[in-house]
């Protein structure tokens, strides 16, 4: 058996189906759900080495939740370019599997401001978000500059990464004020 026959007998070793309908209801853009937690897929993501190969197989396979879930998790940051990184959250579906990707694995990326950077630069919306959820895991970094990136973006029309923008605003002005930053 090979290591995506594994990993998906996993996936439905431990299914959900109450979690998988209510995704389903909900309008999650997927046509597979197996329902699996956060907690069920790191569990089943530890039991694999790095695999590059798998994890691009998996990205691969845009219409399972879990597999778009559990992918960021099988790399190590130096298996991603900054390019592959903006394609793959332009690419996304679903703002879950880009707050998973940016905090399983891009936020650890050496690169991960250029990121930010170039999905800013980008037209796709989901880019735009993938790159404000990514600023939330780095913007201690150089708050000065996440802050205006942040509050730029918040003014673009795009709901949701305007929504996470603004809090991100709010969150940076906070810390300011309290720790003089």
Same mark, same amino acid.
């Given at each position: 058996?090979? &290591? %995506?026959?594994? #990993? &998906?007998?996993?996936?439905?070793? %431990?299914?959900?189906?109450?979690?998988?309908?209510? #995704?389903?209801?909900?309008?999650?853009?997927?046509?597979?759900?197996?329902?699996?937690?956060?907690?069920?897929? &790191?569990?089943?993501?530890?039991?694999?080495?790095?695999?590059?190969?798998?994890?691009?197989?998996?990205?691969? @396979?845009?219409?399972?939740? !879990?597999?778009?879930?559990?992918?960021?998790?099988?790399?190590?940051?130096? @298996?991603?370019? +900054?390019?592959?990184?903006?394609?793959? #959250?332009?690419?996304?579906?679903?703002?879950?599997?880009? @707050?998973? #990707?940016?905090?399983?694995? /891009?936020?650890?990326?050496?690169?991960?401001?250029?990121? +930010?950077?170039?999905?800013?630069?980008?037209?796709?919306? %989901?880019?735009?978000?993938?790159? +404000?959820?990514?600023?939330?895991?780095?913007?201690?970094?150089? %708050?000065?500059?996440? &802050? @205006? /990136?942040?509050?730029?973006?918040?003014?673009?029309?795009?709901?949701?990464?305007?929504?996470?923008?603004?809090? /991100?605003? !709010?969150?940076?002005?906070? /810390?300011? !004020?309290?720790?003089?930053?």
């Amino acid at each position: 058996m090979n &290591k %995506m026959q594994q #990993l &998906k007998r996993r996936f439905f070793a %431990m299914r959900n189906g109450v979690i998988a309908d209510a #995704l389903r209801r909900s309008g999650e853009p997927y046509r597979i759900f197996f329902g699996l937690n956060l907690p069920q897929i &790191k569990e089943i993501a530890a039991d694999f080495a790095p695999d590059a190969e798998l994890a691009a197989a998996l990205r691969a @396979d845009p219409g399972c939740r !879990e597999s778009q879930m559990i992918a960021p998790m099988l790399l190590t940051p130096e @298996d991603v370019t +900054v390019t592959e990184a903006v394609e793959w #959250l332009a690419k996304l579906k679903a703002t879950e599997a880009s @707050d998973i #990707l940016c905090h399983a694995l /891009l936020r650890h990326h050496p690169q991960a401001s250029e990121i +930010v950077d170039a999905a800013l630069a980008g037209e796709s919306d %989901m880019a735009h978000y993938g790159a +404000v959820r990514l600023m939330w895991n780095i913007f201690r970094t150089d %708050m000065a500059r996440y &802050k @205006d /990136l942040a509050a730029t973006e918040a003014t673009r029309g795009n709901t949701a990464a305007a929504i996470i923008a603004r809090n /991100l605003v !709010e969150e940076i002005e906070f /810390l300011q !004020e309290d720790f003089g930053n």
